[in-house]
């Protein structure tokens, strides 16, 4: 092996459900704009066009609920409660067929957004990384591995804050299913193990403040918790 110039960051993982081992994590993808009721809270218009895809790099994820630090450069920290897809196969121009059956697992995650940046890139056309893939943006729970292939997916998504319901919804109302989702984004990406993909939130989304404790869970999974600090 090479002698690098300085010590590689250390891996990524998450943990399992009733597991000893962790999830290695190998790239984050992300997808908005999934949502009816999203789309029309954030002034757009529901279309058959497929979601906007964007990506947060692994070192975002803050798993063990461990506490996430309140960003700099913001002054309008917003909440996104959202179902993510674990692959633990990899995905080429897939079949929906195929996608279904390279779903490891499920758990819940919450996309921190920097709503400000975001306002300012989408008024220039500008791309939305300062505002989505800033440090300690993409909190996540234990993974739920499946039993078998994902089929159509029903129940309940929601966010609370300080015990107050923020976010409520239902999975099946995703304007495109987990396995055209993941079927659409091999397309543009080769998809391989280790790779989350978050799918869209819904309606609800607002401002988070330090000391605030935020609850999420998505139907199937062990959900996620952490406060802000």
């Known amino acids: 092996m090479s002698r690098t110039i300085f010590t590689p960051p250390p891996l990524i993982t998450i943990p399992v459900v009733a597991d000893e081992a962790r999830f290695a994590v190998r790239r984050v993808f992300c997808a908005g704009r999934n949502y009816a009721d999203h789309v029309v809270e954030m002034g757009g218009q529901v279309s058959t066009t497929p979601p906007v895809f964007f990506t947060k790099p692994a070192s975002a994820l803050v798993s063990d609920g461990h506490d996430v630090p309140y960003p700099r450069a913001t002054t309008n920290l ?102 055209k989702l993941l079927a659409a984004l091999s397309e543009l990406f080769d998809l391989k193990p280790g790779d989350l993909v978050f799918t869209g939130t819904p309606a609800g989304v607002g401002p988070l403040q330090r000391n605030d404790v935020v609850v999420g869970s998505a139907h199937g999974t062990e959900g996620v918790r952490f406060t802000v600090v």
């Open 78 to 179: 917003h909440h996104e409660i959202e179902l993510v897809l674990a692959l633990g196969k990899p995905l080429q121009q897939a079949s929906e067929d195929d996608a279904s059956k390279a779903v490891y697992g499920l758990a819940t995650g919450i996309d921190l957004t920097r709503r400000d940046l975001q306002a300012q890139a989408k008024a220039k056309s500008a791309p939305w990384a300062a505002a989505k893939a800033f440090d300690h943006s993409a909190p996540i729970g234990p993974i739920t591995p499946l039993a078998g292939p994902l089929g159509p997916l029903a129940g309940a998504i929601r966010l609370s804050v300080n015990g107050s319901i923020r976010q409520e919804g239902d999975l099946a109302h995703m304007l495109m299913p987990p396995a």
